[in-house]
């Protein structure tokens, strides 16, 4: 179960960076790429010859801590228009049939 988690992980990061390789990044620049998959922390690695070798970082458990989403202000539901207050956002509309 485990070694399948870090397969799949690892299959993840190694597309991500031939993906990147193939639209015109370099070794180089992936070099030290952090991925984060579920507990799993890969680190892309270039070694002596400029091959990208994914190291496993795990040490422990994760946590990600995100900055939370800005919060929209009252919005109109028909028409998506912005305004300061829920009671003209949903007067907006509702006149129109
Ligand atoms: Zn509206």
């Known amino acids: 179960m485990i070694t399948r988690e870090k397969t799949s992980a690892q299959e993840l990061a190694e ?4 993906q990147q390789l193939e639209s015109g990044k370099t070794a180089e620049d992936l070099h030290k790429t952090m991925f984060v998959y579920g507990d799993s922390v890969m680190e892309a690695q270039m070694d002596e010859q400029g091959t990208l070798q994914m190291k496993n970082k795990n ?3 994760i946590v990600i801590f995100r900055t939370p989403e800005p919060q929209p202000g009252p919005m109109c539901r028909c028409c998506g228009m912005d305004y300061d207050n829920e009671k003209e ?3 907006c509309c509702a006149y129109i049939d």
């Open 59 to 61: 040490e422990g458990s």
């Open 89 to 91: 956002a949903l007067q």
């Open 15 to 18: 597309k991500w960076v031939n």
